[in-house]
């Protein structure tokens, strides 16, 4: 027993965090080629969520086994987590929301949140760290691969790439797991099966470049300018400008004089760049064209969008009843008060048909119609808390490796910030899984650098734990 406490807390359960490291990128592009039902092929796409379960479970069971206080993240950190769960459920149950619809939704939000409890119980050392950067720039640059050869081949590559094609409904949730491909349109998707979360897993792969080769400014540079391209030929804007953004604070951080003037520039050759017209067609080209972002045109179309939430939806649950609860993580409970409303009547013919598919677009929106003013608070006091950490962690630390640790998380923390008001970004696990999995590395080495000092003596050795008597 004690031998295989030995083998559960060590190394051995990072298997499953590789495995996912690998897999979550693959896997649209491997299930489509499986022979499956829609509701066969709905449940393997729970697999990567199952597995991160499973390891929170296990990693838990031991800390228990072992006389192991539960592994908490500390400070008001869990408290408010646990806090929101609670008044996510409260919500639910005073709206008679569906158990099921609630169920996903939360699950979406919170799942990969447990890396990080599992990851305070597992204690990684510097090797696993070093592994990880191995194993996700690996993926990076196949996916780059990738997304060349699609742009080189054309449509017949995109659609050999492209995921299966399914709309399902469980539990009364409805979930489409494809992105629409426009005819002679040839945005680029990865293996991914849809171009924002290809996207996404590009400014994952940014991060981790720009930190790792900072002082290496010819590769630097290359790399961005490959990254960034690549982004703004998946066609989403909004995840090209937070790239931007990142790089922008970055460079900011290490060389603060010469980026002042790519400040100043880099917009200007933006606009310069695109003429403001509106598209005739959906074409890469018109990736380029942030001026129309700005005309009169586009804000006319953005109405029976992502602004559309802002001016029409915003506004009822500031005025409604559900100002501190929300309406639940039911999303058919709102949309039918929203019909049932005047601001209903003011909005667009077409929105409440789109509201659907676009609510969750500006996801800082979608949080407080679902889950009210006290749920986003308690879910921001969270975390931030974590962020605490992490950004304390990464001016902290005195190893070289785990300084890049701590700013590749401090980076996407800040990147998640401006993505969630354009895209749910804690939703999709391109980039939340990541997100979360750095996040937990640095929270494990911060613990670990409180109770041994700045030194981090034994951080270079594995944590082998074993049952009271008996041997490692």
Same mark, same amino acid.
């Given at each position: 027993m004690g031998i295989a406490m030995s083998v559960v807390m060590s190394r051995r359960p990072l298997i499953i965090v590789y495995f996912l490291v690998v897999y979550l990128p693959l896997e649209e592009f491997l299930l489509k080629w499986w022979p499956l039902s829609d509701i066969a092929f709905l449940m393997?796409?729970? /697999?990567?969520?199952?597995? $991160?379960?499973?390891? =929170?479970?296990?990693?838990?069971?031991?800390?228990? @086994? #072992? *006389?192991?206080?539960?592994?908490?993240?500390?400070?008001?950190?869990?408290?408010?987590?646990?806090?929101?769960?609670?008044?996510?459920?409260?919500?639910?149950?005073?709206?008679?929301?569906?158990?099921?619809?609630?169920?996903?939704?939360?699950?979406?939000?919170?799942?990969?949140?447990?890396?990080?409890?599992?990851?305070?119980?597992?204690?990684?050392?510097?090797?696993?760290?070093?592994?990880?950067?191995?194993?996700?720039?690996?993926?990076?640059?196949?996916?780059?691969?990738?997304?060349?050869?699609?742009? /080189?081949?054309?449509?017949? $590559?995109?659609?050999? =790439?492209?995921?299966?094609?399914?709309?399902?409904? @469980? #539990? *009364?949730?409805?979930?489409?797991?494809?992105?629409?491909?426009y005819p002679g349109v040839n945005d680029l998707m990865g293996t991914m099966g849809n171009t924002i979360n290809f996207a996404m897993f590009l400014l994952v792969g940014l991060v981790v470049w720009i930190v790792q080769y900072r002082t290496r400014p010819i590769g630097y540079w290359f790399g961005v300018a490959i990254l960034l391209w690549l982004m703004l030929l998946t066609g989403s804007r909004s995840v090209f400008l937070v790239a931007g953004l990142v790089v922008l604070v970055h460079q900011l951080k290490h060389y603060p004089r010469p980026t002042l003037l790519l400040v100043l520039v880099g917009p200007a050759l933006l606009l310069i760049f695109s003429d403001g017209s509106v598209p005739q067609a959906q074409t890469p080209l018109n990736n380029f064209n942030f001026a129309f972002m700005f005309t009169s045109d586009y804000i006319e179309m953005a109405k029976h969008q992502r602004l559309g939430v802002v001016l029409y939806v915003l506004p009822m649950w500031l005025y409604g009843p559900h100002f501190m609860l929300g309406y639940s993580a039911d999303k058919a409970v709102f949309i039918q008060a929203f019909l049932d409303s005047r601001y209903h009547a003011m909005a667009p013919g077409s929105f409440a048909g789109s509201l659907s598919g676009v609510i969750e677009d500006v996801y800082w929106g979608a949080l407080l119609v679902y889950y009210g003013l006290l749920g986003v608070v308690l879910f921001l006091t969270f975390y931030f808390g974590v962020a605490r950490r992490v950004f304390r962690f990464a001016r902290r630390a005195d190893q070289p490796l785990l300084r890049q640790l701590g700013e590749v998380s401090g980076l996407l923390i800040l990147a998640s910030l401006p993505l969630n008001m354009l895209n749910q970004a804690f939703e999709i696990r391109q980039f939340s899984f990541y997100l979360w999995l750095f996040v937990g590395f640095s929270v494990t080495c911060y613990q670990r650098q409180l109770r041994f000092g700045p030194g981090l003596s034994r951080i270079a050795q594995p944590q082998v734990a074993t049952l009271p008597g008996s041997k490692p």
């Open positions: 393997l796409r729970q /697999l990567p969520d199952a597995l $991160v379960v499973a390891l =929170l479970m296990w990693t838990w069971g031991c800390s228990v @086994l #072992l *006389g192991r206080r539960v592994p908490c993240i500390g400070g008001l950190a869990d408290i408010a987590l646990l806090s929101f769960f609670t008044a996510a459920i409260l919500s639910a149950l005073i709206n008679h929301a569906n158990p099921g619809s609630v169920a996903v939704n939360i699950k979406a939000l919170l799942r990969y949140i447990a890396l990080v409890y599992s990851l305070v119980a597992l204690r990684p050392a510097p090797g696993e760290l070093r592994f990880l950067f191995r194993l996700l720039m690996f993926g990076v640059g196949l996916q780059v691969v990738v997304g060349i050869v699609q742009l /080189l081949g054309g449509i017949d $590559v995109r659609n050999f =790439l492209a995921g299966r094609n399914t709309v399902e409904s @469980l #539990l *009364g949730f409805q979930t489409r797991f494809t992105g629409t491909r």
